[in-house]
């Protein structure tokens, strides 16, 4: 498991791999205001994937100290493939409401009757502010 953590200020710009179940990504993170979690997001192509986004967070004294994102990928037919996040971004907004945006892309891909490999991007924008609230935007973009 991976967990990015990102203090106020800094950006991050990774790309990896991380399986999670729900909640493992806080498991070890303490957080004296209470942990914001935003309810998954999923996108999937039924009968062939499913990916799945989380994110939580911590707020200190109105500003965000730690970002934990976290991708679950499952692939549900031998066609198909997860080939991993393509890109993924944390980092503040700084504006006047102490807002952060957070944003993933990743790739699966799936073999048609021929055998010819057809690609997917499930992608994800989460808007959060350190109170709790948050906006989330998310498609499925051909590869």
Request: glycine share 10%; proline share 5%; net charge negative.
């Amino acid at each position: 498991m991976t967990i990015m953590s990102v203090l106020a200020g800094s950006a991050v710009l990774c790309a990896g791999l991380t399986f999670t179940a729900t909640g493992e990504a806080n498991a070890d993170r303490e957080c004296a205001s209470g942990v914001k979690i935003i309810k998954p997001v999923v996108l999937e192509e039924p009968g062939k994937w499913t990916y799945t986004y989380n994110l939580s967070w911590c707020a200190d004294g109105g500003a965000v100290v730690w970002v934990a994102p976290a991708v679950t990928a499952k692939v549900h037919t031998p066609a198909c493939r997860w080939v991993g996040r393509i890109e993924e971004a944390v980092r503040p907004i700084k504006d006047e409401r102490g807002r952060w945006t957070a944003f993933d892309m990743s790739e699966f891909s799936c073999a048609d009757s021929a055998g010819k490999e057809h690609g997917v991007n499930p992608w994800v924008v989460v808007t959060f502010e350190p109170a709790g609230g948050y906006d989330t935007t998310s498609g499925i973009a051909a590869a």
